[in-house]
Nanobody, 115 residues
Framework: QVQLVESGGGLVQAGGSLRLSCAAS????????VGWYRQAPGKHREWVGV???????GVTSSVKGRFTISRDSAKNTVYLQMNSLKPEDTGVYFC?????????WGQGTQVTVSS
C-alpha cells in the first residue's frame, strides 16, 4: 500500500518561498508521474503540477514561473519549490499519482500566505 507524507508547509508573507516535500513508501516515484494538488478553503482540490517518470515537469498557468517541481530518486521524494508566493496560494497541498488510479491521500501540508 502506498503511503504519502507531505511536509514543509507553513506561514509565510507574500513574496516569500517554501519548499514542500512529498515522501512515499510502497511505490517508486521514479517509475510514476507524481502530481501536486492543493485545496483552498471552501474550494475543490485543484491540480498544481506534475513530474513524470522521465523527469519532465509541468505546472498550472497560475503558478508558472513561480513554482517548480523536482525529484530526488534516492530519497523517493518529490519537491515543490514555491517562490513569490501570493495569498491566493493558500491551501492544503497534497501529492498523489498523476497517471492512473490515485493512491491513498496523505494528510497534506498547510500553506498560508499572508498579505
Amino acid at each position: 500500500q502506498v503511503q504519502l507524507v507531505e511536509s514543509g508547509g507553513g506561514l509565510v508573507q507574500a513574496g516569500g518561498s517554501l519548499r514542500l516535500s512529498c515522501a512515499a513508501s510502497g511505490t517508486d516515484f521514479s517509475m510514476n508521474a507524481v502530481g501536486w494538488y492543493r485545496q483552498a478553503p471552501g474550494k475543490h482540490r485543484e491540480w498544481v503540477g506534475v513530474i513524470d517518470a522521465g523527469g519532465k515537469t509541468g505546472v498550472t498557468s497560475s503558478v508558472k514561473g513561480r513554482f517548480t517541481i523536482s525529484r530526488d530518486s534516492a530519497k523517493n521524494t518529490v519537491y515543490l519549490q514555491m517562490n513569490s508566493l501570493k495569498p491566493e496560494d493558500t491551501g492544503v497541498y497534497f501529492c498523489n499519482n498523476a497517471n492512473g488510479s490515485p493512491w491513498s491521500w496523505g494528510q497534506g501540508t498547510q500553506v498560508t500566505v499572508s498579505s
